[in-house]
């Protein structure tokens, strides 16, 4: 009896060992995870000096990062992270899609083809001419207190005025041809992207989304294309990104399938009631228009840069994968400020470029248009400047109530002013305080700059 007992506690002890050290790989391997990721896109993919990634873009997030070790490999193209040998993760550059978090065996990607770049109308080379409805100083003075707020950390700034940049503006160590991280800007191309199916008759807003994982499941099933777009599906998740076990977190950084994390939640509202934002939920919106635009005989991972990225000229931009193939476009696209700024002005255009609809009728109003449970915060997957029914303020002080703005971590920023046919594009790494309440200001200034 008391060898059994002893083998019992032996096992116990084992038991609780290995749990421990599942939970530590676990909680390690987000932040090698993030680190390795991060780190490959920038040098592979944005072309940035190694040095000037590893000292500058992990600073004042957690301390755990401290402990990341990471190894780049440039002749293969690859970032390896881990703390101690714990939570090792892998990213992996391919041409065309940027960096991959590596999760067992990598999908095959068809070859894309380069973008060719088309100017931005009346774009300038050196100084802007000269407009009448720009006050220069006006803005220069915007621009300066925009860069020299160094809690801000201004990375980019451009204006864009009735399709013409009017001002732009770079900090140290970036240029007009860095590719900039969307975070979340990547939700309103994925929004895009769903337009571009609609337009062409593959996604009905209004039709159930075709869901796999909700297949006999009439409560899920019953969860539309547009309550995904909206983010009103009733589905949990959990958007926490300082917990290493939240969904957020586990998906952008230890799944291999995105789009599955939020697919196999419960539904805990009933869809089209609640709004909740949830990255989860733009990644299922990915992963459900590839198996869509592939039951069609559509080339999904094609379709953004035959549908919009070579008709905008977006030559820098491109979408991240998983390791099942499917675009993580809740957060993971990069492209130059101009770039971002094109995509503002399909918007402002109403989906039209060089005369061809891309994007249906009304597809800039629809984006626009206030998810009804979100209190006027938030359309579909764009975020609004309308203030709430309850006196809360407007996200934007001093911008007009129907601006409404691609938006991501850290202040990446790309704003569409209807009224004064403006785009303005800003990013940064804003951390410790709040991005909006440090770049409004900014925004405000520069349009009031603009007559």
Same mark, same amino acid.
């Given at each position: 009896?008391?060898? @059994?007992?002893?083998?019992?506690?032996?096992?116990?002890?084992?038991?609780?060992?290995?749990?421990?050290?599942?939970?530590?790989?676990?909680?390690?391997?987000?932040?090698?995870?993030?680190?390795?990721?991060?780190?490959?896109?920038?040098?592979?993919?944005?072309?940035?000096?190694?040095?000037?990634?590893?000292?500058?873009?992990?600073?004042?997030?957690?301390?755990?990062?401290?402990?990341?070790?990471?190894?780049?490999?440039?002749?293969? /193209?690859?970032?390896?992270?881990?703390?101690? *040998?714990?939570? /090792?993760?892998?990213?992996?550059?391919?041409?065309?899609?940027?960096?991959?978090?590596?999760?067992?065996?990598?999908?095959?990607?068809? #070859?894309?083809?380069?973008?060719?770049?088309?100017?931005?109308?009346?774009?300038?080379?050196?100084?802007?001419?000269?407009?009448?409805?720009?006050? +220069?100083?006006?803005?220069?003075?915007?621009?300066?207190?925009?860069?020299?707020?160094?809690?801000?950390?201004?990375?980019?700034?451009?204006?864009?005025?009735?399709?013409?940049? =009017?001002?732009?503006?770079?900090?140290?160590?970036?240029?007009?041809?860095?590719?900039?991280?969307?975070? $979340?800007?990547?939700? !309103?191309?994925?929004?895009?992207?769903?337009?571009?199916?609609?337009?062409?008759?593959?996604?009905? %807003?209004?039709?159930?989304?075709?869901?796999?994982?909700?297949?006999?499941?009439?409560? /899920?099933?019953?969860?539309?294309?547009?309550?995904?777009?909206?983010?009103?599906?009733?589905?949990?998740?959990?958007?926490?990104?300082?917990? #290493?076990? !939240?969904?957020? $977190?586990?998906?952008?950084?230890?799944?291999?399938?995105?789009?599955?994390?939020?697919?196999?939640?419960?539904?805990? &509202?009933?869809? *089209?009631? &609640?709004?909740?934002?949830? !990255?989860?939920?733009?990644?299922? @919106?990915?992963?459900?228009?590839?198996?869509? %635009?592939?039951?069609?005989?559509?080339? +999904? &991972?094609?379709?953004?840069?035959?549908?919009?990225?070579?008709?905008?000229?977006?030559?820098?931009?491109?979408?991240?994968?998983?390791?099942?193939?499917?675009?993580?476009?809740?957060?993971?696209?990069?492209?130059?400020?101009?770039?971002?700024?094109?995509?503002?002005?399909?918007?402002?255009?109403?989906? =039209?470029?060089?005369?061809? /609809?891309?994007?249906?009728?009304?597809?800039?109003?629809?984006?626009?248009?206030?998810?009804?449970?979100?209190?006027?915060?938030?359309?579909?997957?764009?975020?609004?400047?309308?203030? *709430?029914?309850?006196?809360?303020?407007? +996200?934007?002080?001093?911008?007009?109530?129907?601006?409404?703005?691609?938006?991501?971590?850290?202040?990446?920023?790309?704003? @569409?002013?209807?009224?004064?046919? %403006?785009? @303005?594009?800003?990013?940064?790494?804003?951390?410790?305080?709040?991005?909006?309440?440090?770049?409004?200001?900014?925004?405000?200034?520069? +349009?009031?700059?603009?007559?």
């Amino acid at each position: 009896m008391k060898r @059994i007992a002893l083998i019992a506690a032996a096992l116990a002890v084992a038991a609780a060992g290995v749990f421990a050290f599942v939970k530590a790989d676990g909680y390690a391997g987000v932040g090698a995870g993030y680190m390795a990721k991060v780190a490959c896109s920038e040098i592979f993919l944005a072309k940035r000096d190694a040095l000037a990634v590893l000292e500058g873009e992990f600073n004042d997030i957690s301390p755990a990062l401290e402990r990341v070790r990471l190894k780049i490999d440039s002749e293969k /193209r690859t970032v390896t992270g881990s703390i101690f *040998g714990v939570g /090792r993760a892998k990213a992996v550059y391919r041409d065309g899609y940027g960096c991959t978090l590596k999760r067992g065996a990598l999908a095959g990607l068809p #070859p894309l083809s380069p973008v060719a770049e088309k100017p931005l109308p009346d774009a300038f080379a050196g100084t802007p001419a000269a407009r009448d409805d720009v006050d +220069y100083a006006a803005l220069e003075a915007a621009l300066d207190a925009a860069f020299a707020d160094e809690k801000a950390a201004t990375r980019a700034m451009l204006v864009v005025k009735d399709g013409a940049v =009017v001002a732009e503006r770079y900090a140290p160590g970036f240029t007009r041809d860095t590719p900039f991280l969307s975070w $979340s800007m990547a939700k !309103s191309v994925t929004a895009t992207m769903a337009g571009a199916a609609v337009h062409r008759g593959f996604v009905d %807003l209004a039709a159930p989304a075709p869901v796999p994982e909700w297949a006999g499941d009439a409560a /899920r099933a019953a969860i539309t294309w547009n309550d995904l777009l909206q983010m009103q599906s009733g589905l949990a998740f959990s958007e926490i990104y300082d917990d #290493p076990n !939240s969904d957020a $977190s586990q998906m952008l950084f230890r799944a291999r399938d995105a789009g599955a994390v939020a697919a196999k939640k419960p539904l805990i &509202h009933p869809p *089209g009631t &609640h709004w909740s934002y949830s !990255s989860g939920t733009t990644n299922l @919106i990915q992963r459900t228009l590839r198996e869509t %635009l592939e039951a069609n005989d559509m080339g +999904y &991972h094609a379709f953004a840069r035959d549908a919009l990225f070579a008709p905008l000229g977006m030559a820098s931009a491109v979408l991240e994968t998983d390791s099942s193939g499917t675009f993580i476009a809740s957060s993971f696209m990069y492209a130059t400020a101009r770039d971002w700024a094109k995509l503002g002005l399909l918007y402002l255009n109403d989906g =039209v470029a060089d005369g061809v /609809r891309l994007l249906p009728e009304g597809w800039s109003a629809y984006v626009a248009a206030p998810a009804k449970a979100s209190d006027g915060f938030y359309g579909a997957q764009f975020w609004l400047n309308h203030p *709430g029914a309850d006196g809360r303020p407007k +996200y934007m002080p001093g911008v007009p109530d129907d601006a409404y703005l691609m938006a991501g971590h850290e202040g990446q920023y790309a704003l @569409i002013v209807p009224d004064k046919r %403006l785009v @303005i594009v800003r990013t940064g790494m804003t951390r410790g305080v709040e991005p909006m309440p440090r770049v409004a200001p900014s925004f405000a200034a520069i +349009y009031d700059a603009i007559r």
